[in-house]
């Protein structure tokens, strides 16, 4: 027996194989709650965030909020989702689809507007999969301001639920992107910066 080979041994024969747990948690896959109480988990978490939170009674009242928030951020130009819904389009500022924008383009755009595929009450956070309504991923971070769009349908409890949801979008190769509240990090002395990997700020546009 070679030196390498006793050693192993030795290894091997202090190693014992460690008992089985006595109890193994049951893990929640859903947030037993109403629509209600979801929608307001959701907007608790946004304000954590310090994101400001829009309401629409439905999709006709949309582009019209949407026109008086742009405003009150003063955003110039906005580009949006070619496939964009025109009841979600603001009249001011005048979008600009992204038929194939260039990065810098969207660079200078001052703000996006996308819809979304679901949101998490219990995280705050949004998920996009390029889907309709959503664009192409460099469209919502380049931009230094998003505006997006979220129906209260689409919020889902916790992550487990918008896993399972995702399943059918990730098997179809979809660019699955999650965030919670603007691009931020602290990385750096613990100071907090945003607009690092994304807009700078974010507002939600909840319709009922």
Aim: charged letters at 20%.
């Amino acid at each position: 027996m070679s030196a390498r080979d006793e050693m192993i041994a030795r290894i091997r024969a202090t190693q014992t194989a460690a008992p089985p747990p006595a109890h193994i948690p049951a893990y929640r896959t859903h947030m037993q709650a109403n629509r209600e109480t979801l929608v307001q988990h959701f907007i608790e978490r946004l304000a954590d965030y310090h994101v400001s939170v829009l309401r629409a009674r439905g999709d006709g009242e949309i582009g019209e909020v949407a026109s008086r928030q742009l405003a009150t951020r003063n955003i110039a130009s906005l580009v949006i989702p070619s496939d964009m819904p025109a009841s979600w389009r603001p009249t001011t500022p005048a979008p600009r689809e992204d038929t194939g924008l260039s990065l810098q383009d969207l660079d200078a755009a001052a703000g996006a507007m996308t819809g979304c595929l679901l949101a998490i009450a219990e995280t705050g956070t949004i998920v996009l999969d390029s889907g309709p309504g959503q664009g192409r991923r460099a469209l919502t971070l380049l931009p230094d301001y998003h505006l997006c769009v979220v129906r209260e349908s689409a919020i889902v409890g916790i992550m487990p639920e918008a896993i399972a949801a995702l399943h059918p979008h990730v098997l179809r190769g979809a660019p699955i992107t999650f965030f919670s509240g603007p691009s931020a990090t602290a990385d750096i002395e613990l100071d907090r910066v945003e607009g690092v990997h994304g807009p700078r700020t974010l507002d939600v546009l909840l319709v009922a």
